[in-house]
């Protein structure tokens, strides 16, 4: 890349804006899974049962993980009925089963699951059925999702600081071996890279004691008990974590032997800088910290995850590099006036290049990201994962318009670098002098003289002073304050993928709905009118049947006055008649629910259109019949 042309640069700025957005909004088109969801479960949510069941069977959308209070079923009295924990059932990782005791007594009984989904990440829920009919239950369920509360507002915070640690520390060290190592010498830059390794280890140490909690819905203070640590330690979140601990303590080794290395000097002068060994073992380090994301999150669960986990690991990366990047140059670029050497115009030029490489690496994996996460473009409105990601779409426009603004002020920057300036040719000038003669101009000109003449250099200043002209000076104010505004809006950007990387992605949210919807009963409605002829005494009944099919059903009946508020009868009364058989009249047997109707053990022997017969009764005296229409399907 040649940052001195304008045109050129204005051009890449333009392709990577464009790839930008593709990543971001085309490459949503796709559909991906990750965060387990509850696909179905044995009995189905909401289910009436003639007998007690002696087991729970819970399925799942992918491999989940399970604790001792992973799956709990509630008495209507609000006592735990299952013994023992869930436990996986014929090593099928999605699935889990709880027993139960024998001779459950009738009721509504509450099944309440958390678990934690292949990418890490903690998910709960619950519904109830019934045994003989249903009945009130004193069953308190957390409300919120798992990440609102204490534990995990925390939790989110520190990964947060995490993506920063690293950001900064990839940058860092990115910036100082490929722009400019002499920037490995410098106060600044090696306090910039020491405040990254803090906030990582620091975050790493604290997201590890906060696992356990987190996973369970515990209390903050079980952050320290010995025992949730030894299970978080032992599962993948937790193994990721402490491999990264242990990363982070060979590259404080790296570290420091880097900046041995950087205060020695060579025979002009400058810092040493690092060889190949140390480079590659740098990079080593920086993927093996990005694959301690990877391999537990988003990219470990769902399809094409050998794919999955290298792009992820580049995507982390590529953001360090730039994002830590830029922080790196907002000091550099400010005019210190302390004897620091200032900032060369081909650096700034490198890191030009670098971070649109980073760009580009970003709008790659991005595309194949979404492609993997969002499900339609539907979803991106219509699921939390969607909009989050909207956001992010409009935080990076914004940040690829203000890069543009950064590269053409460095290209301008070069320019104006005297290494980019056409050199004069020196023209000897005889000057003519008395021998012995004192003269100021003589003794301030550094040209060396001989005999009654002294060579000059005609058109030039006695040499580069090392000061920037004030076009320049201008220009590089002008960077100093784009790359300010552009590292703000790429933090911005840092914050909205951490919500991301905890949000449900929409193709999984997608699978988990309509999961759920298959399990749901399907049920049957139908709404009769009624009028009796005078006033007050007129309205419509809504008859559900669930599930609709052959064999036994649930009947509800509703009562409505005509204005559409609720209404009570004394008496209602259900009968069904499939007329082309002469089957019938099968009376639901309707009882009076304080509120409702309703007839749990209704059996429909055959499928087929059958007759809808309710008798309405407002009074002692005023009764009147009305009839519909229900279609009863085949057993599926």
Known sequence: MRPGSSRTGTSLTLVALLAAVFALIVG?????????????????????????????????????????????????????????????????????????????????????????????????????????????????LPAGSPDDTAVGRLYGLFRYVAYGGLALLVGVAAFVVVCWPAAGALRPVRRQLAAGWVMLVVATVALLLLRGPYETAGRLTSAFDLAGLGRTATGRPGGALIVRLV????????????????????????????????????????????????????????????????????????????????????????????????????????????????????????????????????????????????????????????????????????????????????????????????????????????????????????????????????????????????????????????????TQPSRAAATTAAAAAGQEPPVQVVTVPFDMGTANHQGTVQITLAPGRVGENTAEAVVFTADGGLATVPELRLTLTQEKLGVGPLDAGLKNRKGYWAAYDLRLPMPGEWTVNV??????????TVHGTVRITSPS
């Not at 023992?84 to 699951?113: C, F, I, M, Q, S």
């Not at 301030?444 to 002294?454: C, M, Q």
């Not at 008798?615 to 009147?624: A, N």
């Open 615 to 624: 008798t309405v009764r407002t009074s002692e005296i005023d009764q009147v």
């Open 247 to 502: 990363l982070l303590g060979a590259a404080a080794v790296a570290v420091k032997r880097s900046a041995v290395r950087f205060r020695r000097r060579d025979d002009d002068g400058e810092p040493q800088g690092l060889g190949s060994r140390a480079r590659w073992a740098g990079a080593a380090l920086a993927l093996g910290l990005a694959l301690t994301w990877a391999a537990a999150e988003h990219a470990s669960a769902g399809i094409q995850v050998p794919l999955a986990v290298p792009a992820a690991v580049l995507h982390l990366l590529a953001m360090g590099v730039w994002l830590g990047g830029l922080i790196t140059l907002v000091p550099l670029l400010r005019n210190r006036g302390d004897g620091s050497p200032a900032i060369p115009a081909s650096t700034t030029g490198r890191f030009s290049a670098l971070a649109f490489t980073a760009v580009v690496v970003l709008s790659g994996t991005g595309v194949y990201q979404s492609w993997r996460q969002v499900g339609s473009w539907g979803a991106l409105t219509g699921t939390p994962y969607g909009k989050t990601l909207m956001v992010k779409v409009a935080a990076v426009v914004l940040v690829l318009c203000v890069a543009s603004l950064s590269r053409r002020w460095t290209a301008g920057l070069v320019r104006q670098s005297p290494a980019a300036q056409t050199p004069a040719v020196p023209v000897p000038v005889p000057v003519r002098e008395l021998v012995g003669a004192p003269s100021a101009a003589g003794a301030a000109d550094p040209v060396r003289r001989s005999g009654s003449e002294t060579t000059g250099v005609a058109g030039t200043d006695g040499g580069d002073t090392g000061r920037p002209v004030p076009e320049a000076d201008a220009l590089r104010r002008r960077l100093r304050r784009t790359v300010i505004v552009e590292a703000l809006l790429g933090v911005a950007v840092l914050a909205v993928t951490t919500v991301l990387t905890g």
């Open 28 to 140: 949503a088109a796709g559909s991906a899974s990750a965060h387990a969801g509850l696909s179905g479960s044995d009995p189905a949510d909401g289910a009436v049962l003639t007998t007690a069941p002696q087991q729970v069977t819970l399925t799942f959308t992918e491999s989940v993980g399970f604790s001792d209070d992973s799956l709990r079923v509630l008495s209507p009295a609000n006592e735990r009925v299952n013994p023992r924990p869930a436990r996986h059932v014929d090593g099928k990782g999605n699935t889990g089963r709880v027993e139960l005791p024998g001779g459950l007594p009738e009721g509504t009984y509450t099944v309440a699951w958390r678990v934690v989904s292949a990418d890490g990440h903690p998910i709960s829920g619950a519904f109830v059925f019934s045994v003989g009919k249903p009945s009130g239950t004193a069953a308190v």
